[in-house]
């Protein structure tokens, strides 16, 4: 007797409700079911399975059998896909759900570099800003660290950051650089603002001083509720806004644009991956999310956040 075919077909006459629906399913002649379960009851010496006319059902023995096995099954189907991820594991889809901004500004410039250590691996990404994401339709979910996911869902830290002041060059020579917050009254301020409610005072945090706290009433040319259409007006020279330092770290590389009001900043910020509650993780999955932390950590070397992002 093959007993742990035996197993599986037991298993599968139980959830398909019968004889004839798991041999379907199994692709099995109904006979060659009824067999194999015959085989595992007398092998175990005790009866699984009440048989009338009209339905079937588990004994106790049965009850507690089966409990047992699925967790038995699920282990073994673990260890074989364990077994082939260096293979199998390493080709295939990696489905990714992402906020725009963090589609655009980290995950889009990992790819190149990821395709050249894994060709076979199709990333497939959906840019949605989603307040309840579905996250166990994805193999990763991109989210702000202040969203709420759901019990179980696994959480991983991709980068700590901070929301600092920027301007271009070009602007800082025509309109001057601000010295101090209050300066920001007399600048062309480019504000993310939240629809349906007032422009707020901006409130400023010096990491430097205690995070000590000033709030700064300060007026804006241009609002809007999308943080890359207040980049790309700031990247224009339109003026001065508050953005998260790894999108722009490396326009400040480039000296596209410039950082200004350090040591300020507006904000603490999280970047998070939110995977399905599972025990294992594709390869290609892990994989994917493992470079993607690094190259978001790299993305910032040198500016300040090294320390808040180890480990």
């Excluded at 062309?188 to 007032?198: D, K, Q």
Aim: charged share 20%; glycine share 6%.
């Amino acid at each position: 007797m093959d007993r742990l075919q035996s197993m599986r077909v037991f298993q599968q006459v139980v959830d398909e409700g019968g004889f004839a629906a798991a041999a379907r399913k199994l692709d099995l002649a109904p006979a060659m079911v009824t067999r194999l379960v015959n085989d595992l009851e007398q092998h175990l010496g005790v009866r699984l399975l009440q048989r009338t006319t009209r339905r079937l059902s588990l004994t106790p023995a049965g009850e507690g059998y089966l409990g047992r096995l699925r967790a038995i099954l699920g282990d073994i189907e673990e260890a074989d896909a364990m077994a082939h991820s260096h293979t199998r594991e390493m080709a295939g889809t990696v489905r990714v759900l992402a906020l725009p901004v963090v589609a655009t500004h980290l995950l889009a410039p990992a790819v190149a570099e990821f395709q050249l250590r894994f060709p076979e691996v199709v990333l497939e990404v959906q840019v949605e800003d989603v307040a309840d994401p579905n996250v166990e339709d994805y193999d990763l979910t991109l989210l702000n660290g202040l969203v709420q996911v759901h019990a179980g869902v696994i959480v991983r830290t991709i980068l700590h950051s901070q929301a600092v002041f920027c301007a271009t060059p070009d602007y800082l020579l025509r309109q001057g650089e601000p010295q101090s917050p209050e300066d920001l009254v007399r600048h062309r301020c480019l504000r993310l603002r939240t629809p349906g409610m007032r422009l707020r005072p901006m409130r400023l945090i010096d990491p430097t001083d205690g995070d000590r706290v000033l709030e700064v009433e300060v007026p804006a040319v241009m609002t809007a509720n999308h943080t890359d259409s207040l980049l790309r007006a700031t990247v224009d020279g339109a003026g001065i806004s508050s953005q998260p330092l790894d999108l722009i770290a490396t326009m400040l590389r480039s000296g596209q644009l410039r950082r200004v009001l350090s040591p300020w900043i507006t904000n603490r910020l999280t970047l998070v991956a939110a995977l399905p509650s599972r025990q294992f993780m594709p390869a290609r999955t892990r994989a994917f999310l493992d470079h993607l932390v690094a190259h978001a950590r790299h993305t910032v070397a040198g500016l300040g956040l090294e320390e808040v992002n180890a480990g």
